[in-house]
């Protein structure tokens, strides 16, 4: 067993600060990264000791440089390296290069992540062990041509993606012909900016299908278990807006045929770590493989909510090749747990970001809740970062009592300053459809009418508001005493000068 | 009289939202809120952190300007923003006669919804477009998004060339009707 | 008198004639076109029961001299007279335009020319408010002698007592060049508009369909031309933004501006400030909050806010005392200085100048607008504006560089050698002959070209440039600056520096005018 003794948090925001709180529990040193963006970040705040980037600018982000990463963890001797999710979370480059180097990389191991992260190796994977999978491509697009055959054999809709992609990048469904040309080139064009690689893979599009994915837990010593599901399926544009565990849509049953299939892919590609997979599920019951993310999730809370288990300790434990002791009959889901993501973004105008400064933010903890945040008072919310602020996530003993709290939580939640994306949050919580489960990954484009949640005398209120503002600043201006005698008073000296100059 | 000369005792407040829907006032000042023909009080609290909150009907609603422009107002209630242009009876009068007289614009403008860099533009000057069609890819906070356009049309102008950086409200693409 | 006697009771019948003449319903047609009468414009902009009008019944009411007749109209459509606004004898004339569509004949400039000249004799500002379908044609050239000499007066009177025109309805032909020629200029939007050829004529002529607001309305003029300096929703608000305008200035150039306590502390050090301004030079920031800390609490008042954004003009106070704030804005264009802005902000200098407001410039600006369109229309000597209204400038002149302050650019805002009284930098400024990487392009051209990695060499070379060359210290110790400050320092730094020139006075050589290059 290798003992971890000072971790490099190689990210920022709530990760950086929930990893740190795993490690400060296990007393392990913390590390964090200063960055000339955002230098005074709240994140640093959680550190043991800031390495400072600010010093030399460069065109890669901090958090992608991994020379330099490498270079600090070297000069400061320090042991191991957690990368959260998104930047080099799910780079083999950067994993290879720590073991290379001697440093423990907190994830798995490079071969598992190239083999996951790229689609087509991962499908094949799937295949050959009998997961059942969404038709399409099998290997990368090689022209618009191929594409346009492809799509007309596995018929209209069809999804693009990118073959190293993620998180929504990169990926557009095309519903007609006359499209995919436009749609591939736009693709195509994200994802070259995002991952700097253009190949695309396509499949068949399911309507109307949940988003269901499984965690999983694997050391290594070959015992691999999954601790339950996780139902994200209130997504726009691929982005998850609020996730739960577990989810209405299993039983016992398909949690079991799901949760093998989960297992049988990690063993596929000789998994180690915590990892998450990702399914479709239709209608009837059946479910396809979509991809299997090689790193922590923003949704983990939700699992460690229902499971009791801190998944990021376990991440530093498996690293530090501990033996998993849990087995599979001894993890069960307990209650139901409800993360909603709190985003600077304008719901109102399409979800688009919010750019400002949050000048006040006030949450009430309570014994049911968790607030997973990046950000406080005097945070800046810049366009160099993705718009996730917070996490609140809520439990209950049943499903409904997790709304219950949820909502009772988000009327405490209060941020002045920027708009978020509570009003959102509640709208859905509301919903009759989402509170008797009956929802899918197209819930938001199809069953809601109205994106946020108003009061019935809301509109009053504000104009109410407004016009109280507007009435004292008239006062104001109307009482102001100007005075003009002052401007008359003068030195003899500069009357004198100012007169004979004219 | 409409107007008398001291403002003191100009108190009559009309708050229009977007959609023209008015609400209005007497006396704001004095903290009541009318519903039908009762004056209902309305308490304003400012808690520690300084967050404000109106007390209405027992109702509790956060409230904050997030934007003012002269007397447009932009109110976030529980979040939600609503955008109110706080008018004088003569300027109410005014701005109804001015809607009502309002031509068609013929021109549409497209403007930035945030600000970022445009990648590319889908659409060419001349070009008959669909409501809904997407016009050119911005990239901002690291994601690109699709622009659409509002109306069928004609587009106009391009205003901008790929790789320009654009400002929030910057008029992208100018679509005649 | 016999206050039952003809004598009397004729007094009695003018005035009811004036009375129909004004009479509610008269207000309500105007009401009835989104505007308001021009009698209560004049009632809103001043105190209460101040305004005492002049030339009330005069009229040139003539028989028909084969142009067409003219009706009898007392004030031949415009109001004058003299008021308070908050205390302040103020000067106005309002154009009536339910009196022969505000049109101007002789009598209605003679008017005009009455208040002009009475502003100018007691030093006091005057104000237009513009209404008017334009000249009298059945008056002829009459109406265009009036017109001069209005012009003429503007002219004599610039640089004397302030001058405001505002704009409420027509202001067509000739009749623009009035308010062209006084310091500010209101709009009312959509119902106002300014244009030398209306849409008329521009069919007619260039056959080109164009609309009255898209060739002159408020937004245009705001945005485009420049002409309008504000731009309001609403009249009642135009109105408050001139009461609101007017209080940052003296009566005439001999005074110094006017004072409001505003309650704001003195002495304070704002931490804020320190965070502000983003170490990268690349990364943008709003200037105006920069503004909003420095400043006394909510008193900046924008000028021009929507014509070239890249420059920000505005009055405020500083401990009371009304200054002059001329920021480069980062947050467009990096706040570079090109045609337009360097226009905006040469004529605001040069406003401030008149009438003793004195000037602080908060200076982050990576130089002069480069490119064909740009040296083609002659940025060249339209720069040399901005230098000339600076150099010539004898009020107090401040200047703070917050970030970038390189080459050209450097000198013309208002560095210490064109007559800057104190100069100060943040901590953050990098003062040079040229930004970094263009430097570096040419000191290390031979080292650049024979590296393996130019790009990353290139990377050091800035990164060594910006430490050791483009940095404060160095200007501060050939004294090039006055001194380095605490960004939290200064408010404080500021009001006392103001305080300390409150008595400055430069002698100039005689001379008729200086020759800005025009």
Redesign the interface.
Same mark, same amino acid.
């Given at each position: 067993m290798k003992k971890i003794k000072s971790i490099l948090i190689a990210n920022r925001g709530e990760i950086a600060i929930r990893i740190s709180e795993s490690a400060k529990k296990m007393g392990i040193k913390t590390f964090g990264i200063k960055t000339?963006?955002e230098?005074?970040a709240y994140y640093l705040q959680f550190m043991d000791e800031i390495i400072d980037f600010?010093e030399?600018? #460069?065109d890669i982000p901090e958090f992608l440089d991994i020379d330099r990463i490498i270079y600090s963890i070297k000069e400061f001797n320090i042991n191991a390296v957690h990368p959260g999710y998104g930047y080099l979370a799910e780079n083999p480059y950067f994993a290879q290069k720590c073991i290379d180097e001697k440093i423990i990389f907190i994830g798995p191991s490079p071969d598992s992540i190239y083999k996951l992260g790229n689609k087509t190796i991962a499908k094949q994977l799937a295949k050959s062990h009998k997961v059942p999978l969404l038709e399409g491509s099998e290997g990368n697009l090689r022209d618009t041509k191929h594409a346009k055959q492809l799509a007309k054999k596995i018929g209209y809709p069809v999804i693009l993606k990118a073959a190293s992609g993620g998180g929504g &990048?990169g990926m557009r469904i095309v519903e007609k012909e006359e499209d995919i040309e436009?749609m591939l080139r +736009?693709a195509q #064009?994200?994802a070259e900016?995002?991952f700097a690689d253009r190949s695309m893979f396509m499949e068949k599009y399911v309507r109307n299908p949940r988003h269901i994915e499984f965690q999983i837990l694997a050391d290594h010593y070959g015992n691999i278990i999954h601790l339950g599901e996780r139902e994200c399926s209130i997504q726009r544009k691929h982005q998850k807006l609020i996730e739960e565990s577990p989810s209405i849509a299993l039983n016992d049953e398909l949690r079991a045929k799901m949760g093998e299939s989960a297992i049988n892919i990690a063993k596929a590609s000789k998994y180690r770590n915590a990892g998450t997979v990702e399914f479709l599920l239709d209608e009837l019951g059946d479910f396809y493989f979509m991809e299997m993310n090689t790193r922590i999730q923003v949704e983990h809370p939700v699992t460690e909510m229902v499971t009791g288990l801190d998944l990021v300790e376990w991440q530093i434990r498996i690293a530090q090749e501990e033996k998993l002791d849990i087995k599979q009959e001894d993890v069960k889901l307990t209650g139901w747990a409800i993360e909603c993501r709190i985003n600077a973004e304008?719901v109102?105008?399409?979800f *688009?970001?919010?750019?400002g400064t949050i000048e006040?933010i #006030?949450f009430a903890k309570g014994k049911n809740n968790r607030f997973d945040t990046g950000v406080t008072e005097g945070s800046n919310v810049t366009?160099s970062?993705?718009?996730m602020l917070a996490k609140l996530i809520c439990y209950g003993d049943t499903r409904e009592k997790a709304i219950n709290n949820s909502l009772l939580a988000l009327?405490k939640l209060? +941020?002045?300053?920027i708009?978020?994306t +509570?009003?959102f949050c509640k709208a859905v919580l509301n919903h009759p459809k989402f509170k008797k489960g009956d929802i899918s990954t197209s819930f938001i484009l199809k069953d809601m009418k109205q994106l946020?949640?108003?009061?019935q005398?809301?509109?009053?209120?504000?104009?109410?508001?407004?016009?109280? #503002?507007?009435?004292?600043e /008239?006062?104001i201006?109307?009482e *102001?005493?100007?005075?003009?005698e002052?401007?008359?008073?003068? *030195?003899p000296?500069?009357i004198n000068? &100012? /007169?004979k100059?004219? | 009289m409409i107007f008398s000369k001291s403002k003191k005792s100009k108190q009559k407040f009309i708050a229009c939202t977007e959609n023209n829907k008015k609400y209005e006032f007497n006396k704001p000042k004095e903290l009541f809120i009318k519903q039908g023909k009762e004056n209902l009080p309305v308490e304003i609290i400012t808690d520690k952190q300084g967050f404000v909150f109106i007390i209405w009907k027992k109702k509790k609603y956060l409230v904050d300007i997030i934007d003012k422009n002269q007397n447009q107002y932009e109110i976030l209630v529980n979040g939600v923003s609503y955008y109110i242009s706080v008018e004088s009876p003569f300027s109410y009068k005014r701005r109804k006669y001015l809607n009502k007289n309002k031509k068609e614009s013929k021109v549409e403008q497209i403007h930035a919804p945030m600000p970022g860099k445009i990648i590319e533009f889908l659409v060419e000057e001349n070009q008959i477009i669909k409501e809904g069609e997407p016009l050119l890819i911005l990239e901002a906070m690291k994601m690109q998004n699709e622009i659409t356009s509002t109306i069928q049309g004609k587009i106009n102008k391009i205003n901008f060339h790929p790789d320009d950086t654009v400002m929030k409200d910057d008029i992208l693409i100018e679509v005649e009707k | 008198m016999d206050i039952n006697g003809k004598i009397y009771k004729n007094f009695l019948n003018r005035i009811d004639r004036f009375k129909i003449q004004n009479s509610p319903e008269k207000i309500k047609k105007q009401h009835s076109k989104g505007k308001l009468h021009a009698r209560e414009r004049i009632d809103l902009l001043f105190d209460k029961d101040s305004f005492e009008e002049l030339d009330a019944f005069v009229t040139s009411a003539t028989p028909d001299t084969g142009l067409g007749k003219i009706d009898e109209a007392f004030g031949d459509g415009v109001v004058i007279g003299h008021g308070r606004i908050n205390g302040r004898l103020v000067y106005i004339f309002s154009q009536d335009f339910n009196v022969m569509g505000g049109s101007l004949g002789a009598v209605h400039a003679k008017k005009i020319m009455k208040v002009q000249d009475l502003a100018l004799k007691v030093g006091a500002p005057i104000i237009g408010l513009i209404d008017s379908g334009g000249a009298r044609i059945q008056e002829g050239v009459a109406s265009l002698s009036g017109y001069t000499s209005i012009f003429h007066r503007n002219v004599q009177s610039s640089g004397v007592i302030p001058q405001i025109s505002v704009i409420l309805g027509p202001a067509a032909g000739g009749a623009v060049y009035s308010p062209a020629l006084t310091d500010f200029v209101f709009m009312a939007k959509k119902t106002s508009y300014m244009f030398i050829t209306g849409p008329n004529v521009v069919k007619e002529v260039l056959n080109e369909e164009v609309s009255f607001e898209e060739l002159g309305g408020a937004e245009i003029h705001a945005r485009k031309s420049g002409v309008a300096n504000f731009i309001y929703e609403d009249e009642e608000n135009a109105l408050l933004g001139v009461k609101k305008l007017l209080s940052f200035f003296p009566s005439n150039n001999l005074e110094n501006p006017p004072y409001i306590d505003s309650g704001t502390k003195s002495d304070e050090v704002i931490e804020k400030l320190r965070t502000l301004v983003p170490d990268d030079p690349y990364k943008p920031y709003d200037v105006k909050k920069v503004i909003e800390l420095i400043i006394d609490q909510n008193t900046f008042f924008e000028v021009s806010e929507l014509f070239a954004p890249n420059i920000v003009t505005g009055f405020a106070r500083l401990n009371g005392k009304a200054i002059g704030i001329v920021a480069n804005q980062p947050k467009v264009l990096a706040g570079v200085i090109d045609i337009n802005s360097a226009l905006k902000a040469s004529r605001f200098v040069r406003f401030c100048d008149s009438f003793n407001i004195p000037l602080l410039t908060l200076e982050d600006v990576p130089g002069f607008l480069p490119g064909l369109d740009q040296e083609h229309r002659g940025i060249i000597k339209h720069g040399a504006k901005l230098l000339f209204a600076y150099s010539e400038a004898t009020v107090p002149k401040i200047t703070v560089i917050l970030r970038k302050a390189y080459g050209g650019a450097f000198c013309v805002m208002n560095s210490k050698n064109i007559g800057g009284d104190y100069n100060f930098a943040w901590p953050t400024a990098e003062i040079a002959v040229m930004g970094p990487e263009g430097a570096v392009s040419i000191l290390h051209k031979k080292e650049l070209h024979n590296a393996d990695d130019p790009n990353k060499l290139k990377k050091e070379y800035t990164s060594k440039y910006r430490q050791e060359i483009a940095n404060p210290y160095i200007a501060d110790e050939k004294g090039y600056i006055d001194e380095v400050i605490d960004p939290a320092d200064t408010r404080k730094k500021l009001i006392t520096a103001f305080e300390s020139l409150e008595n400055k006075h430069v002698e100039q050589p005689a001379r008729k005018h200086g020759n800005i290059p025009l």
């Open positions: 000339s963006k230098p005074s600010t030399i600018t #460069n &990048r436009k +736009i #064009n994200e900016k995002v304008d109102q105008s399409g *688009t970001p919010y750019l006040k #006030n366009g970062f993705d718009s009327n209060q +941020i002045q300053g708009k978020t +509570i009003p946020y949640y108003q009061e005398d809301e509109e009053m209120i504000a104009a109410f508001w407004a016009a109280l #503002n507007h009435n004292v /008239l006062d201006e109307d *102001t005493y100007v005075d003009y002052k401007g008359k008073e003068m *030195t000296w500069l000068k &100012r /007169l100059s004219l | - | -």
